[in-house]
């Protein structure tokens, strides 16, 4: 009957492929495979190995060609290696044909992340979220995934009491899809309750790509205690906290990162989670100015603004971790001089393209924090004249 899990064991070796196609060059894909392998080591897996191929569009039958099936094969025989992950979505019967091959256990991106998402999940709803983004993910990948298919095909034997096997798969999966967007919709209605009762406050939302900094921020900001930690999707729950600048209250929320090539079914099942980015009043959007991909981060998370209709919300960048910056920007033979022309030209370029809306900051070492707060304070008291211009605001 239905296994619908195959979860990743603390640090199993794996390898990682990708490939370099029409729509995907030779150096974002190393990019991606860089953050696959962090995806991997957040599970508890290891990459000891990196496989890419060119080819001008996938394999439908095993997404990479023979010959490099083959390449793989080879190397994985006696090295202890456990799973092959991939970088792109496979399909039922992909997954099945590689694993044939291959004869380890075969995932792909987005199951990676729901893994992660799974081990990550604490309250009720984030694993109902979570369980329901599995149930999705699976559901079209049921009949390429069944190794006994081929005594599905009719005669003496395959006959049933009106369902085969994979027929009641479906159906129960599909009958847990329709379960949890039961529960998660009541789940919902008490989290809008909630909101409801956080009154008139201005609310303000960090938002970003996954492991860039807001939940250290989070901390910083609101002196509270919010889990932190080097790993992707470190916060799924929405934390959100009262907090006081110069006598002016407002909510401020940590919300789950982004990432590229975020599973659509995640997405869809953590909308109301994101309602929490929907309903903000002020975004704070907070940059790992260190990663070297840094502005296709911003890209990634600016598309998923805009899939939420949050992209007209006054926003502030906030470029965090300009320690690490300076430390892989500048070496210590660099005279002062030329680094602070090398700053100065980076904060110009950004201001310009953020009307005047950034801050370079480093939470962990509480740099320039003053200014950032100063911003917020701005942004929150002009929201409170605009929304209240008959009371008067004593702040």
Do not use: C
Request: net charge positive; charged share 35%; hydrophobic share 35%.
């Amino acid at each position: 009957m239905l296994d619908k899990k195959k979860t990743i064991n603390k640090e199993e070796r794996a390898i990682l492929v990708g490939l370099v196609h029409k729509d995907q060059t030779e150096q974002q894909l190393h990019e991606y495979l860089d953050e696959l392998a962090f995806l991997a080591e957040t599970a508890g897996a290891r990459a000891v190995k990196r496989f890419t191929q060119k080819l001008l569009r996938p394999d439908s039958r095993t997404f990479i060609g023979k010959g490099k099936l083959e390449e793989i094969r080879n190397y994985i025989q006696g090295r202890n290696i456990r799973i092959a992950i991939f970088d792109d979505e496979l399909n039922g019967s992909q997954i099945t044909n590689i694993e044939k091959a291959l004869e380890i256990k075969t995932i792909d991106r987005s199951d990676l992340i729901l893994d992660i998402f799974a081990r990550r999940a604490k309250t009720a709803q984030a694993k109902a979220q979570v369980e329901l983004a599995q149930y999705q993910y699976l559901l079209p990948r049921l009949r390429g995934m069944w190794k006994h298919l081929e005594r599905l095909g009719g005669g003496i034997g395959t006959r049933g009491p009106g369902e085969t096997e994979i027929e009641t798969d479906r159906r129960i999966v599909r009958d847990k899809i329709s379960l949890l967007r039961k529960r998660l919709g009541e789940i919902d209605k008490q989290s809008l309750t909630q909101r409801k009762e956080r009154g008139e406050f201005i609310r303000v939302a960090l938002v970003g790509y996954t492991n860039v900094g807001k939940s250290t921020l989070m901390n910083v900001l609101s002196k509270r205690h919010v889990f932190a930690e080097n790993k992707l999707f470190a916060t799924l729950d929405t934390t959100t906290s009262k907090v006081v600048f110069e006598n002016t209250p407002f909510l401020l929320s940590d919300t789950v990162g982004f990432i590229r090539k975020l599973p659509h079914h995640l997405v869809e099942s953590f909308k109301s989670t994101l309602d929490e980015v929907r309903e903000a009043d002020i975004l704070l959007h907070v940059v790992d100015i260190s990663h070297p991909a840094y502005e296709e981060q911003i890209g990634v998370v600016n598309k998923t603004l805009q899939d939420l209709n949050a992209f007209d919300k006054p926003v502030v960048t906030i470029f965090n971790k300009m320690d690490l910056y300076e430390e892989k920007t500048f070496d210590k033979w660099l005279e002062e001089s030329t680094k602070k022309e090398i700053l100065n030209d980076l904060e110009e370029r950004w201001q310009r393209e953020t009307l005047g809306n950034a801050v370079f900051i480093s939470a962990t070492e509480k740099r320039n924090l003053d200014k950032l707060r100063k911003k917020i304070l701005d942004k929150v008291r002009a929201l409170y004249k605009i929304r209240y211009p008959y009371r008067e605001v004593h702040f």
